[in-house]
């Protein structure tokens, strides 16, 4: 996938992205070298993402964005 990471917009709509790694479990650091798809998002941290965003950005969603085929995502 390529432009901007689709959960930028949500997160900066809501919070800063420092509040929204913070309520994530992860380091704002880790948040936006996901956000830039340069690091890979770990299971735990899609779930907690999910759960964030009302199911707005799923778990398969998130690893899809990083290029993970839906079929093992799920």
């Known amino acids: 996938?390529?432009?901007p990471h689709p959960l930028i917009a949500w997160?900066?709509?809501r919070m800063s992205r420092r509040d929204f790694a913070g309520q994530a479990g992860t380091s704002e650091?880790?948040?936006s070298l996901v956000l830039q798809r340069k690091a890979g998002i770990s299971l735990k941290l899609a779930v907690r993402i999910?759960?964030?965003?009302?199911?707005?950005?799923t778990a398969a969603?998130?690893?899809q964005e990083q290029g993970v085929p839906a079929e093992a995502a799920e």
């Open 61 to 63: 969603r998130l690893f």
């Open 29 to 31: 650091s880790h948040l």
């Open 11 to 13: 997160i900066d709509e």
């Open 1 to 3: 996938m390529q432009g």
């Open 50 to 57: 999910e759960e964030l965003t009302g199911g707005e950005f």
